[in-house]
């Protein structure tokens, strides 16, 4: 099992930046995918940006340029910069972790163990 707490969302006008955090812990494995997802009202959840455990990034289109993720050197906490924030961007994001190499078009099926969520909302 493995549990994720996210935090660092909140609210920032468009233009802006935030850093969100996910802690992970309990039975965590040597190669691994760690994610961010996020889900708007009204559509479906998609992939933000991907890191597997031997350090390559995978970024959704709508983010790349924006978004930074990375990791702990410990691999215990998974961050997402996001900078230039649009109102689009506005959603609740998700850390997720799995025991599997990344989907790389960042689909969440592969995806073992999810966060509660945090919300991110951007005004313009």
């Known amino acids: 099992q493995v549990q994720l707490v996210e935090s660092g969302g909140g609210s920032v006008q468009s233009g802006g930046s935030l850093r969100l955090s996910c802690a992970a812990s309990?039975?965590?494995?040597?190669?691994?995918?760690m994610a961010w997802f996020r889900q708007a009202p009204g559509q479906m959840r998609e992939g933000v940006a991907g890191?597997?455990?031997?350090?390559?990034?995978t970024y959704a289109d709508s983010v790349k340029g924006r978004f930074t993720i990375s990791q702990d050197n410990n691999k215990r906490m998974l961050y997402l910069q996001m900078n230039n924030l649009k109102p689009e961007d506005t959603a609740m994001y998700y850390c997720?972790?799995?025991?599997?190499?990344?989907?790389?078009?960042?689909?969440?099926?592969?995806?073992?163990?999810w966060g509660k969520g945090i919300l991110v909302t951007i005004s313009s």
């Open positions: 997720a972790h799995s025991v599997n190499w990344c989907d790389p078009k960042l689909g969440d099926y592969r995806m073992d163990y």
């Open positions: 309990g039975s965590t494995h040597s190669s691994f995918c």
């Open positions: 890191l597997d455990s031997d350090g390559s990034t």
